[in-house]
T-cell receptor, first 110, second 114 residues
C-alpha cells in the first residue's frame, strides 16, 4: 500500500534558525497536505498542494510539491518558539483516504 | 468557529471493560474519520464514513472494535473488550469535500487501559 515517509524525525533548532522537513511518497500523489500538532493538541490543517512544482507561502512557512508529485517539503524561515510542534504531511493518490507520515517534531530553543 | 467535538477527553478503565468514544462532526461535513495516535505507530486510520455510510474499517481489529454513525451528528467508536495495548489518543476528524480532502480534527480522547 501507499507509504509516506518523513524526515527528520526530530529537529532541534535555535530560535531564529531555519527549519525544513521533507516528505516522500511511494506513489504519485493527487494532492499533499500539511498539518501541525502542538504538544498535547490535535493536528491542524495548514495547507494543500495539488499541482506539480507548486509553491505556496504562509508568512514564514514555504511549502513545495515536487515535479513528480511524489515529494514535498515545508520550510520555516527564522523559527520562533510558537513554531514548536509536530509537522505532518499527508498524501492521497486520488479518491483514497489520506496517508499520514510519522511527522517531524520541532523543538525551538530560545 | 465550527469544531469537531469529542467526548470524553480522558478515559481510564480496566482491561476487559467496554469503552465508547463519541464524536460530533462539524455541521454539514459529510466525511468522518477515526484515527489512533501512538508514539510508535503515529496516526493510524481506523475507519471512515461518507454520508454516514461506512466505507472502510480495515484499519481496526474487527473482533473488538466497532465504528458506527447512527446519525449525521454522531459517530461512535467502541472497544469491547478493551486491552492495555489499546491505550492511545483517539482522534475523530471530519471533512467537507471528500475522503482525500482537508480534515478538521477534534481534541481527541486520551484512553488508558490498565
Amino acid at each position: 500500500g501507499q507509504q509516506v515517509m518523513q524526515i527528520p524525525q526530530y529537529q532541534h533548532v535555535q530560535e531564529g534558525e531555519d527549519f525544513t522537513t521533507y516528505c516522500n511518497s511511494s506513489t504519485t500523489l493527487s494532492n499533499i497536505q500539511w498539518y501541525k500538532q502542538r504538544p498535547g493538541g490535535h493536528p491542524v490543517f495548514l495547507i494543500q498542494l495539488v499541482k506539480s512544482g507548486e509553491v505556496k507561502k504562509q508568512k514564514r512557512l514555504t511549502f513545495q510539491f515536487g515535479e513528480a508529485k511524489k515529494n514535498s517539503s515545508l520550510h520555516i524561515t527564522a523559527t520562533q518558539t510558537t513554531d514548536v510542534g509536530t509537522y505532518f504531511c499527508a498524501g492521497s493518490s486520488g479518491n483514497t483516504p489520506l496517508v499520514f507520515g510519522k511527522g517531524t517534531r520541532l523543538s525551538v530553543i530560545a | 468557529d465550527a469544531r469537531v467535538t469529542q467526548t470524553p477527553r480522558h478515559k481510564v478503565t480496566e482491561m476487559g471493560q467496554e469503552v465508547t468514544m463519541r464524536c460530533q462532526p462539524i455541521l454539514g461535513h459529510n466525511t468522518v474519520f477515526w484515527y489512533r495516535q501512538t508514539m510508535m505507530q503515529g496516526l493510524e486510520l481506523l475507519a471512515y464514513f461518507r454520508n454516514r455510510a461506512p466505507l472502510d474499517d480495515s484499519g481496526m481489529p474487527k473482533d473488538r472494535f466497532s465504528a458506527e454513525m447512527p446519525d449525521a451528528t454522531l459517530a461512535t467508536l467502541k472497544i469491547q473488550p478493551s486491552e492495555p495495548r489499546d491505550s492511545a489518543v483517539y482522534f475523530c476528524a471530519s471533512g467537507l469535500l471528500g475522503i482525500d480532502q482537508p480534515q478538521h480534527f477534534g481534541d481527541g480522547t486520551r484512553l488508558s487501559i490498565l
